[in-house]
């Protein structure tokens, strides 16, 4: 295996490729690891087949590998599963650092697992919403009258009230993440894969999600709520809305996260099923460094 900077390859015929497969998904896609991770290389095979984006930095003269902001894992074409455990060893010797996570859990090399939730869309919206808890069900039937779900057009709001209510319990987001962040949503809604969704009272936004679309897979990206939406349900309401509006042309709603327990309890309240991928530690930086990146 080998591994190219992302400018010496053909990124219109990898993102063809991510298109076509099944096993890829949106963040595999060349266009999103340019603006959530420029510095990023593609795995490829010996004879020069595309496999996979790989992150790259540097610090104090070593490099390392740390699963990029707002991308949850890597993936890879299905041409490369068979030889999983290989790729891991190629990466596991190609930097002193790496914190990675893979969506194949079939590797014994990785050392844990993470969690995330998926909402299979299949049966009807009525369907559905049976399956959803009691607790759920309940906080729908108290929704205000006055709520309304809209849509939002600018990526820019949406980022500044997701950080307004979210900023402070996000260990790690400098201002270049916010402003990556930022850049990502504007960027996916220019290529017409992003809905922003609101919920509101009057002329007040108690709730706000980010949805991308791409091929039958819909993601819950980001979403918050004011302290009034989550104490009214704001979050309930924005959830079951979007469900009822995704269902009719898509196949799964991908939450993406989270490891969070809360969270992900939160998610299984719609019917949601956690799943799995694998996360791959490795620290072989000399002395202090070592100290410092544990």
Not at 127 to 139: D, P, W
């Amino acid at each position: 295996m080998k591994l190219l900077a992302s400018q010496h390859i053909d990124k219109r015929k990898w993102d063809e490729m991510v298109a076509s497969d099944e096993q890829l998904d949106f963040f595999s896609l060349s266009w999103v690891w340019d603006v959530l991770h420029p510095n990023w290389q593609m795995l490829c095979s010996n004879q020069g087949d595309y496999l996979g984006p790989i992150p790259l930095a540097r610090k104090f003269g070593f490099s390392y590998r740390l699963q990029p902001f707002f991308i949850r894992s890597l993936n890879f074409v299905p041409s490369s599963v068979a030889s999983f455990p290989e790729l891991i060893q190629f990466l596991a010797s190609s930097s002193p650092y790496i914190h990675l996570n893979f969506a194949s859990t079939e590797s014994t090399l990785c050392t844990g697992l993470g969690q995330f939730q998926q909402l299979a869309l299949e049966p009807s919206i009525e369907e559905l919403r049976i399956g959803y808890s009691s607790n759920a069900k309940r906080l729908l039937k108290k929704i205000p009258n006055k709520y309304r779900f809209e849509s939002m057009n600018s990526p820019e709001y949406f980022v500044s009230f997701f950080k307004d209510q979210k900023g402070e319990e996000l260990n790690g987001f400098t201002g270049a993440v916010w402003n990556r962040l930022s850049d990502f949503l504007i960027e996916t809604q220019q290529k017409g894969l992003l809905s922003l969704r609101v919920v509101k009272e009057d002329s007040n936004i108690l709730a706000a999600g980010a949805f991308i679309s791409f091929k039958g897979t819909c993601y819950f990206f980001k979403g918050t709520a004011t302290s009034e939406g989550k104490k009214n349900g704001a979050m309930y309401f924005l959830l079951d809305q979007a469900i009822s509006e995704v269902q009719p042309t898509h196949h799964t709603l991908d939450f993406v996260g989270s490891n969070n327990e809360a969270i992900a309890q939160f998610y299984r309240k719609f019917g949601a099923a956690n799943k799995s991928y694998s996360i791959l530690k490795r620290n072989n930086l000399p002395g202090i460094l070592k100290w410092i990146k544990s």
